[in-house]
């Protein structure tokens, strides 16, 4: 499990391609390395990673597999990229930002920057139907960061955006300060804020399921958009 709060930028200092593999070297954050052992887990730009050797100077290495590299922007590094990492968290340790897997749920697409005095705000585009998981003052992650949805709007055909602000803290311990319109990002849900609306889909479904046809046949008729109160694009967990 990992917490959200990035602990620095790690540079790729090597790449090695093997028959469905592909293994990183990073140049860690000074002192990132220190008592990390093989096998830990390491988040890095939010994907869970496990680390297969540990070098001198603050370097390791992680192997990634060919499906995580074709689902996630991993496969796109190159040698001097650079990538939030986060250390998996301890037992007791504080949580300043909220419980993460490590586990990307959708590529998002880097919509716009603005940067007004002492902030930069990113408006991330949100295929559907995952816009639904996301609120106003809710909890995201992007890139492995825990970040606060200041705005959210989802759209009649369940897309939609969000937007985050950045403080220069975070500007500072992370890559989000070189960051363009077009880039694609890693986004993990909020676990709890997706048991929630899962389970109130599915009452809705098993109650009104037999009377979802003619309610949109209803609303139709007046022009409301139910937005797929219960159809076919809800996800299967």
């Known amino acids: 499990m990992f917490t959200g709060i990035v602990q620095g930028v790690a540079r790729v200092h090597a790449i090695t391609d093997r028959p469905g593999l592909r293994s990183f070297t990073l140049q860690l954050p000074a002192g990132f390395a220190t008592d990390l052992a093989l096998g830990a887990s390491v988040a890095v730009d939010g994907v869970c990673l496990t680390v297969t050797s540990v070098l001198p100077g603050d370097v390791a290495e992680f192997d990634v597999m060919q499906q995580s590299l074709s689902l996630t922007t991993l496969g796109d590094l190159g040698v ?40 930069r705000v990113l408006r991330i585009s949100v295929p559907a139907p995952w816009m639904r998981y996301v609120f106003a003052k809710g909890y995201i992650a992007v890139n492995g960061a825990s970040l606060t949805v200041a705005e ?85 967990s």
Do not use: C, Y
Not at 153 to 167: D, K, N, P, Q, Y
């Open 80 to 119: 001097g990229s650079e990538v939030n990492v986060e250390r998996a968290a301890r037992d007791g340790a504080e949580i300043g930002g909220h419980p993460l897997s490590g586990h990307v749920d959708f590529l998002a697409s880097l919509a716009q920057v603005r940067e007004p005095q002492n902030n």
């Open 152 to 236: 959210a709007s989802r759209g009649a055909g369940g897309a939609g955006w969000f937007e985050v602000w950045l403080i220069p803290e975070t500007l500072r311990m992370t890559t989000f300060a070189a960051k363009r319109a077009g880039d694609a990002l890693h986004v993990e849900i909020d676990r709890s804020t997706q048991v929630v609306v899962d389970t109130v889909r599915d009452a809705i479904e098993e109650r009104l399921g037999p009377l979802l046809p003619a309610l949109e046949a209803f609303a139709r008729e007046r022009g409301i958009a139910l937005e797929g109160l219960a159809g076919p694009d809800r996800i299967e």
